[in-house]
């Protein structure tokens, strides 16, 4: 009876006491996680790498760095990965380059569900083209860190001296570049890559500007109509108003042409821009112009890429931990860091930002945000055995600037990449 009433008792007084809430969540869940993140050699890695004291103090998280250049990079990843390593956590990795070998075989963590949950860091603020770079069978391989697109580098000097519109158009670019060239005076018409496997890139922009692509379905297409045609234009540019040489340029034998004064139109890669800029690396830093890759017969439509992006080792142990990392190194307020120094990002706030462009010459962001309205996500063919593919299709590009049969390359290129893309099934 007494045990009885002690209950009751007890049982009344608790019904007029304060409920007694559970602790919260603790703010550093992952605190004393220790996570290998593996890096190129590259001016994001460095600002970023200056930002990590932030993040460690706020999550109790430790990043342990590892640097390399970018081959060298790759060649590290492929060993640890095929060995089944646990201990790479994050990674820099290049998706058009490495992204679908890493993917097919199993190396890289589906995101998709994981970006998807948490609508703070908010996915839909990314381009949709960058995003498209790290898609893979409808599935998120990556985030987007650092992006380009194709545009077209002009002299604001030359132009207005021979009273010429900014080209338009690629038959513009055609008709300008033929009555500024002058080559006795060692001024050319136009620069670009000409090399074997560095141009296929940007030819690109010019394949898919005039309605063409490298594949479709399965087959190849690089021997069609709006191929040929793609070919033609980017090999009679260089071959009656380029400068000496061109079949031996990558981007930086192109770019020293225009830094010298010596070319009045470049179209390039718009990351590379402050090598033109830079007074001290180019004699014309003042006079450059930027602009929107000319149009086609289907428009312009110059490749708007994720150059460089991040991804999760599908076997690291610390998968929950190293989300939080990628979360926080491709955050809004992370990217107008990174896009203020000089690395432009994937995130539509941030270029739609004031403070995301005041950095950027105000013609360059301009045209950048233009770019990215009818972009294509790819400047390669999309197989894994990327090196002869660009060899491949590359070859039609240089019998256009020798002045060789167009088509019958392009049905030598054709074939060959078929061959490529029936392995690959």
């Known amino acids: 009876m007494v045990l009885s009433l002690a209950m009751t008792l007890g049982l009344v007084a608790g019904c007029g006491a304060k409920t007694t809430t559970q602790p919260a969540a603790s703010e550093k869940p992952y605190a004393g996680t220790q996570l290998r993140v593996v890096f190129a050699n590259h001016p994001w890695a460095d600002a970023i790498k200056a930002q990590l004291p932030e993040f460690e103090e706020k999550t109790g998280i430790k990043v342990n760095l590892e640097n390399f250049f970018e081959d060298q990079l790759t060649t590290k ?133 005039m309605g063409g692509d490298f594949a479709k379905d399965g087959k190849a297409t690089v021997n069609t109509p709006e191929a040929i045609k ?47 800029t830079d007074p001290k690396k180019s004699t014309v830093s003042d006079k450059v112009g930027f602009a929107l890759f000319p149009a086609g017969t289907a428009g312009s439509k110059p490749y708007n890429i994720t150059s460089w992006a991040l991804a999760q080792n599908a076997k690291s142990k610390n998968q929950d931990a190293t989300w939080e990392f990628i979360k926080w190194a491709t955050s809004q307020e992370q990217v107008l860091k990174m896009q203020q120094a000089g690395n432009p990002g994937a995130r539509e706030s941030v270029w739609n930002n004031p403070e995301g462009l005041k950095n950027f010459p105000a013609e360059y962001a301009s045209t950048v945000k233009e770019s990215m309205k009818t972009s294509v996500d790819h400047d390669r063919p999309l197989v894994i055995s990327i090196g002869p593919a660009r060899d491949a299709v590359g070859g039609p590009i240089q019998a256009a600037i020798q002045g060789k049969d167009v088509k019958a390359a392009a049905d030598i290129a054709n074939a060959a990449f078929q061959v490529i893309l029936d392995k690959e099934k």
């Open 230 to 276: 793609a070919y033609q234009t980017y090999g009679d540019l260089q071959r009656l108003y380029g400068p000496p040489g061109t079949l031996n340029m990558a981007w930086p034998e192109a770019f020293a042409v225009f830094q010298q004064g010596q070319a009045a139109f470049l179209t390039d890669a718009d990351s590379l821009y402050t090598n033109l």
């Open 77 to 209: 990843l492929t060993v640890e990965l095929t060995s089944g390593t646990t201990t790479i956590d994050a990674m820099m990795f290049r998706p058009l380059q490495e992204g679908k070998l890493f993917a097919k075989n199993g190396w890289l963590n589906d995101l998709t569900a994981t970006s998807q949950k948490d609508k703070t860091w908010d996915i839909s603020d990314f381009n949709k083209g960058a995003i498209g770079t790290v898609t893979m069978d409808n599935k998120l391989y990556g985030v987007p860190i650092v992006t380009e697109r194709e545009i077209l580098y002009y002299r604001k000097d030359i132009l207005e001296k021979n009273n010429i519109a900014v080209p338009k158009t690629l038959d513009d670019l055609l008709a300008a570049a033929k009555k500024i060239n002058d080559p006795s005076n060692k001024l050319y018409g136009f620069v670009a890559r000409g090399k074997l496997s560095p141009s296929v890139t940007q030819f690109s922009s010019f394949l898919y500007s």
